[in-house]
């Protein structure tokens, strides 16, 4: 076999990055050493997919850090029956992630050619129960609504008030909220007429842009 499934690096990835850091989920830590993570990175960044840190993917958008794109899933409680809506398809590789984890994936785009190429790498790599489609994912997906978990991959001024009406009762909105620099990633769960919030980390996401999100204008 040639080397270049990167099978060494992977596993390296999630034992150094992941599990040192805490991340536990048996199920987690498998989709992290199956998802060839260099596919969904351009072709002069390959040797570094593995590495600790994002990679820029074209439109000034990343991939994220491995280690963020775990501890959000992990976040979700995912067990294998779900319905997830994703916003902020990137690369597709969270969205990959999801796929091994959950029933269905739902993921919204902000720009279309971001939005083709990741059905493409996913469509090349197999998955079967994944949808992509570019526009506004602040305003969520409600023809596939409601969710059992829903996952913003982006940094939100506040929460996106269509993203918690489109969530199941129990499920959870996983989201980095705060300023264009820097967020919190929080952990919100539907509880009859309540929210409850859980805080986990700082984290450093591109913005959010959209009508419940950054204006264009504030992004940068
Ligand atoms: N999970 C992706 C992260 C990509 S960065 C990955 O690891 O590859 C976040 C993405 O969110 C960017 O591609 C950006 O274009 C997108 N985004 C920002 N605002 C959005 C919105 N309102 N709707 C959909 N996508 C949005």
């Known amino acids: 076999m040639p080397h270049t499934d990167y099978e060494v690096e992977r596993n390296a990835m999630v034992d150094a990055q992941l599990i040192a850091r ?9 989709a992290f050493r199956r998802v060839l993570r260099h596919e969904f990175v351009p ?19 990343t991939i994220s850090q491995p280690y963020m794109v775990a501890i959000m899933t992990e976040s979700l409680g995912l067990k ?6 994703e916003i902020g398809t990137g690369s597709g590789y969270q969205t990959a992630i999801l796929a091994e984890l959950a029933k269905e994936v739902y993921s919204i785009e902000r720009f279309a050619d971001l939005a083709d190429a990741a059905k493409k790498t996913l469509d090349g790599l197999g998955y079967k129960n994944v949808t992509v489609k570019t526009g506004d994912g602040t305003l969520g ?6 969710y059992d978990g829903i996952i913003v991959t982006a940094g939100a001024p506040e929460i996106p008030e269509s993203l918690i009406k489109q969530l199941k009762e129990s499920g959870r909105l996983v989201i980095p909220v705060g300023g264009t620099f820097s967020q919190v990633l929080t952990v919100f769960t539907k509880k009859k007429d309540k929210i409850i919030s859980n805080e986990i980390c700082g984290c450093v996401f591109v913005p959010l842009v ?6 264009v204008s504030q992004r940068n």
């Open 141 to 146: 997906w409600q023809e596939q609504a409601p």
């Open 80 to 85: 294998g029956s779900e319905k997830v809506l």
């Open 43 to 61: 072709d002069s960044l390959k040797k570094q997919a593995y590495e600790d840190h994002p990679l820029p993917i074209g439109e000034g958008q």
């Open 210 to 215: 959209g009508k419940e999100g950054w204006r």
């Open 22 to 30: 805490g991340i536990t989920d048996r199920r987690v830590l498998d």
